[in-house]
């Protein structure tokens, strides 16, 4: 319970500095994926950072995403029942997995 606590703690606290500004940076990386409530997005982030919160372009939405195994995002996103399936996963992993949504 506590480490979803902290996953909730910390996409609430990037949602409250993420802006829906586009993204300029020459080194963003995008990802096309459909997502539970959300349809088809261009998912963005920003280079070189390795993260799992990921910006939905043009919003202030994130997706948390469990590309290192998080198993808080796994569980948290297979108990509320949300999904993405990334038409190229840059993991190498399945296409579709649980993820964190908030809607900032």
């Not at 998912?43 to 372009?57: F, R």
């Not at 808080?72 to 996963?89: E, H, L, M, P, Q």
């Amino acid at each position: 319970m506590r480490r979803f606590f902290f996953v909730v703690v910390a996409a609430l606290a990037i949602v409250a500095g993420a802006s829906a500004a586009p993204v300029n940076s020459h080194q963003a990386a995008f990802l096309d994926a459909t997502c539970t409530g959300l349809g088809s997005v261009t998912l963005v982030n920003t280079g070189p950072a390795h993260t799992e919160a990921l910006q939905v372009l043009g919003t202030n939405t994130v997706v948390l995403v469990p590309f290192n195994g998080a198993p808080g995002i796994i569980s948290a996103g297979t108990a509320a029942g949300t999904t993405c399936t990334f038409v190229d996963n840059p993991t190498g992993g399945p296409s579709t997995v649980p993820v964190v949504i908030i809607n900032g």
